[in-house]
């Protein structure tokens, strides 16, 4: 069992939700980067989203776009975030995600990265732009190597083909809760009850929901509706707001523990 299916074991054993935290490898800086997690985690984030940075980030809004953006500026790379994490995993042990697109993977070689990344510390990878037609590429690595394979889902998903998709996901799934790119738009509650019920009768893998959800309140409102919430722009858009500044890491910390306390309260 990975620390992913761990995490979520331990969390439904204990009546809990899962807060899952996006955060852009390299913005500020590497090394803000390596600081944050554990002050994340601290504040009770349960699963790191580690978004890989690229040129083109077709799926994210504005706010991570900019992110990725000053984080390629700063010099991040792939196997500088690998070498991050592997320092991390020295002293935490929280699951970790790979977000990102295919290009810089294919760039630094399936084979070679499915490795890398597995002997790093990594747990997981979501890759935005490989569709499960064309995962084998990077699977028959990334599966021998332990790495979960996490999948997103939409709403406009076909259910047909949610059921192919699902079949293959493995760690848990990311339920898209509202149409888009990151950061755009709220989810409604009412949809997104119908959708993880829906989801959960195709699947016995926890359904985590994201895109949308940027204050405690929204996320109280989605965690008693799934196994978990990711929050990603919302945490990005603070990051950038304080750039290189001293209050940073507290600043993000509190933002989290905010959204700990209001998932916690919102599922007793």
């Known amino acids: 069992m990975g620390r992913i299916e761990k995490r979520f074991t331990a969390l439904k054993r204990e009546g809990r939700k899962a807060f899952v935290a996006y955060l852009t490898a390299g913005d500020p800086d590497l090394e803000t980067t390596a600081k944050l997690i554990p002050a994340l985690e601290a504040a009770g984030v349960d699963i790191i989203e580690i978004g890989v940075p690229f040129s083109d980030p077709t799926a994210d809004g504005p706010v991570i776009q900019a992110a990725s953006q000053r984080a390629l500026k700063r010099g991040a790379t792939l196997k500088k975030i690998l070498a991050m994490i592997a320092a991390l995993r020295r002293t935490s042990g929280i699951p970790i995600v790979l977000f990102g697109y295919y290009n810089p993977i294919l760039s630094y070689g399936p084979e070679k990265f499915a490795a890398d990344a597995a002997a790093s510390g990594v747990d997981g990878l979501l890759v935005v732009d490989l569709p499960p037609e064309e995962a084998d590429e990077l699977r028959q690595y990334s599966d021998p190597a332990g790495l979960d394979f996490i999948t997103l889902i939409a ?11 699902l079949r293959r996901a493995t760690g848990f799934v ?17 949809d997104v009850r119908r959708d993880v019920k829906r989801l959960k009768e195709m699947t016995a893998l926890p359904v985590a929901v994201g895109f949308g959800i940027s204050t405690p309140a929204q996320a109280a409102a989605i965690a008693p509706l799934s196994d978990g919430v990711v929050v990603g ?10 750039g290189g500044s001293g209050d940073l890491i507290p600043a993000a910390a509190s933002f989290a523990a905010e959204i700990r306390l209001a998932i ?3 599922c007793l």
């Open 264 to 266: 916690d309260a919102a």
């Open 174 to 190: 990311y339920y898209i809760s509202v149409t888009g790119v990151t950061g755009t738009a709220v989810p409604r509650p009412d």
């Open 233 to 242: 722009s919302a945490l990005v858009r603070l990051i950038g707001d304080k």
């Open 155 to 165: 709403p406009t998903t076909d259910p047909r083909r949610a059921l192919k998709i």
